[in-house]
């Protein structure tokens, strides 16, 4: 008892947060592809649905095209820009597989070169400083749109052969695959947000400083040999990463 | 083969590409709580060992002050602000449980209130619009820093028990599961990155635009009722989400 009665009641909240609260339900209702064709609803109807009042909904509009999530045109109305694509945090796949059915991927291949390890490439990949390894920088587009700017460094023997891939086309994990004769085995993922820097922003066609999914990857062999350890750029405009969380038994 | 001939031959990488990589890997080692002490070597040395010019770390460095990683003081060098800290993806868990040893979780409770479905919200919750639900909205901190801004609904049978709880010092989860006299089953989570809106910032003690991970998260009872639907705003800066993902066998 005595839980409510100690906190502040706010009965008039501010319009700011009604309208991050409107924009979180708009969000999600995008990211769940629940608008048919694309076009919002008016402001009146939306509100309705959402509780909120015109001008709350209207400033919740400014803060999703602000995210690049919805256009707005006099006489047209609210559109979303394009659905959001969920990328699985479920299990291990490339962007390519990932996306099969939403569109056609294709990548730039910027770099494709075998290397000197850098102290820091070399620590990561378990390897020794100066050893050969290879590095590959694409960016990769949905469509022509640029999605995700990927750099990779792979152990020299098989990175070699992953060179001789089609890596305009194909996923990296699917060319590992093919050149080992067997599945990978598992990748220790760290998500980071980040504001994207002058150089990624133009690459990936968002504005500088809008928030980009940064993504440091290691990939593993089933035997446990890391063969690839990557940095993602991906646009968070256009992708939402997923997963269905279990709860499992009570630790201890 | 004829793999490499086609791509561009970059001898000359644009020192922004460079900054950028030299970022990555940085951030990595931050992450990885890699530096004794939070203190970073000097730019010659962090150049030797990425295996970049001195000009590259010190612009990558700015970089990552920007994202509120590190400080630079003139005779004291560079400081890792405060290790960045790991949420898993790999299983559903509070924050305050995640986090435990790591500090303090203490919930500033701004909203704990029964409301009126709206139809959005009602949707998400698989109720009726107009029944009861209950909202919670918490700003939580770790050791008086802020970390997460959690707005929460709950079914009203649960949510209302809930209410009596102490909000201050525990996770809904662990609540919920106090509530139900069980574990929780499984959550559906979206990761989205936003840029900070001034309300939020204000709140997270950010600077307005920066990188946030904006999440929305429905938490299931064994059973597959629906019994909570969250938005979380997360500070990208000081909290990284971990997983680690299997390949598993090919689809088809």
Do not use: C, W
């Amino acid at each position: 008892m005595g839980g409510v009665s100690q906190y502040s009641e706010r009965t008039a909240r501010p319009r700011a947060e009604r309208a991050r609260h409107v924009a979180d339900l708009l969000r999600q209702q995008i990211t769940d592809d629940a608008f048919p064709g694309g076009l919002l609803p008016d402001e009146g109807t939306l509100g309705r649905h959402l509780g909120a009042s015109r001008n709350a909904v209207r400033e919740a509009l400014g803060l999703l095209r602000e995210e690049g999530l919805v256009t707005r045109r006099r006489g047209v109305g609210t559109s979303v820009v394009a659905p959001k694509l969920g990328h699985g945090l479920d299990r291990l796949a490339g962007l390519a597989e990932t996306l099969a059915g939403h569109g056609t991927v294709t990548n730039e291949v910027r770099v494709a070169e075998t290397v000197s390890a850098t102290a820091a490439v070399a620590d990561r990949l378990e390897v020794e400083p100066g050893d050969d390894v290879v590095r590959i920088e694409r960016l990769r587009r949905l469509d022509d749109q640029p999605l995700s700017l990927d750099t990779s460094y792979l152990v020299a023997d098989v990175g070699r052969r992953v060179l001789d891939a089609d890596l305009v086309h194909r996923d990296v994990f699917a060319v590992i695959e093919e050149v080992t004769g067997g599945r990978l085995g598992r990748a220790e993922v760290a998500v980071h947000a980040v504001n994207a820097d002058a150089g990624t922003a133009r690459l990936l066609d968002v504005p500088a400083g809008a928030a980009v999914f940064a993504i440091e990857r290691s990939t593993f062999l089933p035997g446990g040999r890391v063969v690839d350890v990557e940095s993602l750029r991906i646009r968070a405009d256009r992708l939402t990463l997923r997963a269905t969380l279990h709860r499992g038994p009570a630790a201890g």
